[in-house]
């Protein structure tokens, strides 16, 4: 008998009606044979209307309080499906994440989990109870409830399918899947069936919204098998593919993915803004001096770009922030002045990141040339480069972020047949 | 340093604007020097839209799983109102049920507090840190939320009062104190300054809905000094009596009370239906046959009168029950009839029981017989007479209740002068 974990966001919850739809969904899986953990987002709305009401309270609120306020709504949603599915005949119970205990940081807000004591559940899941569980939160060092940061319940789901050693966690969201790109940029874009957690996790970082970043990595390093479906599915007979297995996208492991593509998507980021420092003094330590106070004042940097100086005296460095960060990252830059020499500092919040992504990549040459020159003969001007092992990354103009996807996503093979 | 437990209800935390007004309360004791618990009910509406959601789900629901659900109303007003206290400068934390722990028995949905560990409240209140505890919840023997029935955070209150050894326990409510009758119907009813705590739990059995029964019996057993006052006082000068002391009703041990009362208050309930068996078979034994099995189907019986035999072998029984049990109640009577043998049952839901209480009774004779002699001098008819140490309690037909209350409240120098 597998283990199973099925993850509902806060719009598969957001009132009874739909949360007799979430049942139906988890009693196909325990017919099925199935040993099954829920895990359960807020209500849609409420979560937005509880931090809405601390921010009331006090702007500047102590997060612990904020925690205990906004991880109530948790412990509505998994009372009511325990209630529906015990109706339905289903013996289930709810649990919070002290009650597990599912054991975090101490970093309240934004915390981590560090444990999962599943002890209580697994002997439960063996007597087929279902474990209907609150996303979202666990239980800090210091006896309090601490949440995970938005969208935590990924994260959660992931955990608990690691921490019980299931065969697959299922997250139900408003999408079918991952796709080889945004279906609203490039509508040949096609449904991934598989794709391995290192992409997925690229994927993810670079604004594909179909899962928190932190539950990818986490999957990739537990080996949490992962398949992304539709809530919208119909309960007692979801619809299947070619190979008679549920529509959706698995992450996994590359080893399970046969047939290998060279590229699997194509990501993109208008959330970006550029500096450049000109002609700023060549020396040892130079690099430390401008983005030690960057991370000290927790900028968050991502592609850097130092050219070669050809004076030998002085050299052009370039860098991106997110655009939220923008504002105080150049008045961190001016404040150096005494201690780094530079000309002049310019930037933009103009430009978007465009990038693409394979394991493919790692034993392929050429891809990178192709990415260019697709660019160039579609006049579109590469601000920066950056590249790791299975991605390629281009700042762009942020006009040109449509053409570009579909540019991309057409030289690799990505378009729909 | 006293100790002073402050208790907020529903309408009290109704949104943010009345939470600020509640810390400026919990200010003003902090400022005159007290170490302060404030005991909170949920927003007013949010537990009944909760346990509507609960119904919703499921008529007959798992009640543990409605623990989790409406217990989450109380943790979103203790985390805000820690909020607004610290944006005041005040130390204050929110405190839930399991985490300090107040452990309850494993009566879910209407469980009975245990035992509560006071010892990290004590230590953190003596650093002058104001406890914000949940009202109405604490932890079951099955390590999950348990609630203890509506009204629950008087009791909540009284309990941490108690474990806190708390100077007192002021109970903020919609009025400024209780009353030697309810003045809607005596416009000249009087507020008590002092009222002692058995008659006190008289009155609140009897119908008057100042304060919930548990949490009189709690104060009564514990010795609680419990202090009931409005919330609508101006927070930073409250309306003081004549004494000078804030405005509202202490209910203390009777030695706290210097003039002493003959009778304190008159108390009514209309929630009264009366069922009379003629000519029952008088045997030993007769009794437990007819009140055994309503006691096991758990129909509340409150006056019985069983009068004295004429013939020596039938006699008549009447007794009462609440409105809501009153139809069971008549169809078990009917299942009783091969057992006990009765001519003939009838019943009446159109009766209201109309209550004299006062500690001064004790030592004073003819309080009953000036009741009867004013009732009877106003065409009132009595069905029954119920009496205790501290009370006499008459069923009259319900159309005579305002009547009653009237008369009964004049003769013994209740009203105002």
Redesign the interface.
Known sequence: MSRLVMKFGGTSVAD?DR?RIVARHVKREVDAGHQVAVVLSAMAGSTNA?VE??L???A???V??????V???E??T???L???L??MGIDA??W?G??IPIRTDAAHGAARIQDIDATELVERLGRGQVAVIAGFQGLAPD???ATLGRGGSDTSAVAVAAALGAERCDIYTDVDGVYTTDPRIVSAARRLDRIAFEEMLEMASLGAKVLQVRSVELAMVHGVRTFVRSSFDDPEAPQTGADNQPVGTLICDEDEIVEKQLVTGIAYSKDEAKITLRAVEDRPGIAASIFSPLAAAAVNVDMIVQNISEDGRTTDVTFTVPTSDYDRAMALIEKLKPEVTFESVNGSNDVAKVSVIGIGMRSHAGVAASAFEALASRGINILLITTSEIKISILIEAAFTELAVRTLHSIYDLDKT
């Open positions: 009874i949360i509880l009401l601390c009331t309270a006090g500047l609120h102590d612990r309080e904020y925690d205990a306020v991880a109530s709504g412990q509505v998994i009372g009511l325990a209630i529906v015990q109706g119970r709810s919070l002290w009650q006896n309090r409830i």
